[in-house]
């Protein structure tokens, strides 16, 4: 087993106490996710509902042309043959009702919907929230786009890195400067981010917080090991250190930290206020397989009042406060902002990686869609024969719950990366 220095076993147990801008502790947020959200999260994300994902791997870069397809065997991803996909989540993914009412195979699998069932397809295929929307759903539509399933695509380490990846990392900050559009990219390293409005420093702890998160995750699925008859993925504790420890890190490693418990308490506070969106009857987890969809509505319903009991939510009201013209411009520059994000994630050559960027990115945009929302999803009608005033498409439910599933995970993952150290230490 490798030798640490022990300087390098400081910093990850001193990431405690409170948040700055929050009235929640670390330790709070700990014991909360490991106790009562991760297991029915993980349960849920298992479901059919949840672990396929559309997505289009083949977006070319909008900003730069001179890179290349990961050449990595680890970057592949394997899509979903036609066969493996539930027949209910394929008859519901076309963009209009009306058009796929004509498909024989739409008719053959939608002969026993309920009305109720039949209005929330529906719903899923309005646009008329486009406006809305803080990331680019053109997947959902494109004919290059394929169902993936994600248990069988985890997210791990790839082997991409270097300046390939730098280059995406240090376009996705400067985004967060909320610069003109004009300028080029790729942009100068990680401008300060003094001066900004404590609206846009959220912005960019979140953005450090994914990239946190994502970092967790390489580091606790790292190839450790890798013979004729099997390979062992596992956690690679000098891997962590490199991207974590206080020192090695100049003092940022444990504010990336913080910065991922920042970005749960968002992402958490989302699922609290979309309670009322699920709790709706004419809302379906729809697979075509009745009672596994009424089983996984009821677990995800149990799952959204947990996240609502947290006893120390975020107060978003301290973000999205002033008067209605600062908020309605606050807004627009979040979600121009945020959908620039998610075009740079199509720079990614690792094509895994690139799935993941995608889905954790798409899921943070839903978050900041909800939170700006609180007005319109109070305002939903109880009744099944009206439009709601706010809604969600596959797509971004899908994405939603796998981004804080991930979230969830590196929070978990913090907890053994922890007992790695004391061991090594003791």
């Known amino acids: 087993q490798c030798e640490y220095p022990k300087f390098l076993l400081k910093s990850l147990l001193t990431v405690t106490g409170t948040l700055d801008d929050c009235a929640c502790d670390v330790e709070t947020i700990d014991r909360f996710n490991n106790k009562e959200i991760f ?23 909008p900003f730069w042309t001179d890179h290349s397809q990961c050449g990595l065997k680890y970057c592949a991803v394997k899509p979903c043959t036609p066969g493996e996909v539930p027949e209910g989540l394929k008859s519901s993914s076309y963009k209009d009702i009306e058009e796929c009412e004509k498909a024989e195979k739409l008719g053959a699998v939608n002969g026993s919907l309920s009305d109720e069932t039949r209005q929330a397809l529906q719903e899923w295929k309005k646009h008329d929230d486009e406006s809305d929307r803080f990331c680019m759903l053109d997947d959902e539509d494109s004919p290059e786009s394929q169902y993936v399933d994600l248990l069988l695509n985890p997210e791990r380490f790839t082997g991409y890195k270097g300046p390939e990846a730098w280059r995406i990392w240090n376009s996705i900050y400067e985004e967060n400067c909320f610069k003109p559009y004009s300028v080029k990219r790729p942009l100068n390293p990680l401008a300060s981010n ?11 702890r979140l953005i450090s917080g994914l990239h946190a998160s994502i970092n967790i995750h390489l580091s ?80 995800l319903l149990e799952l959204l009042h947990v996240a609502k009991s947290f006893p120390l939510h975020f107060d978003e009201t301290a ?17 121009l902002t945020f959908k620039n994000i998610s075009r740079i994630i199509d720079c990614v050559e690792c094509f895994k990686c690139r799935l993941w960027g995608k889905l954790q990115t798409q899921g943070l945009g839903s978050a900041l869609k909800i939170l700006f929302s609180e007005r319109q999803i109070e305002a939903m009608p109880n009744t099944s024969n009206t439009n709601p005033s706010f809604q969600l498409s596959r797509q971004e439910i899908v994405s939603l719950f796998n981004a804080f599933g991930r979230i969830s995970t590196s929070v978990r993952e913090l907890e053994n990366f922890r007992s790695l150290l004391s061991n090594l230490k003791q």
């Open 39 to 61: 297991p029915k999260l993980q349960k849920l994300l298992s479901s059919d509902y949840f672990r396929f994902y559309k997505v289009n791997l083949n977006n070319p870069c």
């Open 194 to 204: 003094s001066g900004l409005c404590v609206e846009k420093r959220a912005f960019f």
């Open 220 to 299: 606790a699925r790292y190839l450790l090991d890798e013979n004729w008859f099997k390979m062992k993925w596992g956690h690679n504790v000098s891997e962590f250190q490199l991207r974590f420890d206080e020192e090695l890190t100049e003092g940022e490693g444990p504010k990336r930290l913080r910065n991922l418990y920042f970005l749960y308490l968002i992402e958490l506070r989302a699922l609290a206020k979309i309670l009322p969106y699920f709790e709706r009857p004419a809302f379906h987890l729809y697979t075509g397989q009745r009672t596994q969809d009424n089983e996984n509505k009821k677990l």
């Open 319 to 335: 973000l999205f406060a002033g008067n209605n013209k600062e908020a309605m411009k606050l807004k627009e520059d979040f979600k």
